[in-house]
């Protein structure tokens, strides 16, 4: 025995190494595309969020707010990313509700790789005229 360790367990902290290191990295790989995926998923709500609120102002049209939408989303994602927005109202209680749909493609690895599709909906009460 030479340093605690038996001569036939020579090398094998370099194996153990390598073994937990490849596994943090692809935990540390998981969890960047967790977030992506969440970063990708919050401005698209947010997009269509603001887009609905602003399409129920008095005076305000569904095409400005699917072009309020448009243009949030062309500043946090690219726009080849966007799919299909649709702004729509419906009546609920009596009273009519902007409805703003997104769908936006989410790559399944980072920014590459195959893409998902993601679709959220926003709503705003509209103003009365």
Known sequence: MRGGFRRDEDGSQVVSHTLVQ????FIVLGLMQLAFAL????????AASEGARYASLSGASLIEGEARTRALLNAGL????IDVIEAH???????PLIVMTV???LPVLGPFGPARTLTVRAHAWKEPT
């Open 39 to 46: 970063h990708v998923r919050n401005i698209a709500i947010d």
């Open 89 to 95: 109202t419906e009546i609920q209680s009596g009273a």
């Open 78 to 81: 690219h726009a080849d990313r």
């Open 103 to 105: 769908s936006t493609h």
């Open 22 to 25: 490849s596994l943090v990295v």
